[in-house]
């Protein structure tokens, strides 16, 4: 088992920034590729951004690409994502997430949140326009 818990969301001007953290216990999250979702009212949940277990490969939602930055300290057990540039519709939930990835080394990264193994309880951000 694995327990993950997000921090760092708040309230936030457009153009400005946010580092959120996502922090586990119960098992180290060096087997795990992780991932970043977000959830805003009355949407499905979506994903933004995720990295292998290893953190070397990376990807992002258009949507995000360019003002997000995913990464990963696997001796910390944490992963962060850096959000620049915030605009009102960043505005949501968002989640972290882990997946088992059994291969030493794997670069696999998964876009799709029904590969996930757990989650997170999520942290609210509010971009002010």
């Known amino acids: 088992q694995v327990q993950l818990v997000e921090s760092g969301g708040g309230l936030v001007q457009a153009g400005g920034s946010l580092r959120l953290s996502c922090a586990a216990s119960?098992?180290?999250?060096?087997?795990?590729?992780m991932g970043w979702f977000r959830q805003a009212p009355g949407k499905e949940r979506e994903f933004v951004t995720a990295?292998?277990?290893?953190?070397?490969?990376?990807s992002y939602s258009d949507s995000v690409k360019g003002r997000f930055t995913i990464s990963r300290d696997n001796a910390k057990n944490t992963v962060h994502l850096q959000m620049n540039s915030l605009k009102p519709e960043d505005t949501a939930v968002y989640y972290c997430?882990?997946?088992?990835?059994?291969?030493?080394?794997?670069?696999?990264?998964?876009?799709?949140?029904?590969?996930?193994?757990?989650w997170g309880q999520g942290t609210q951000v509010t971009v002010s326009s």
């Open positions: 119960g098992r180290t999250l060096g087997t795990y590729a």
């Open positions: 997430a882990a997946k088992m990835s059994l291969l030493l080394g794997s670069s696999a990264v998964y876009t799709d949140r029904n590969r996930y193994d757990y």
């Open positions: 990295i292998s277990r290893s953190g070397g490969a990376t």
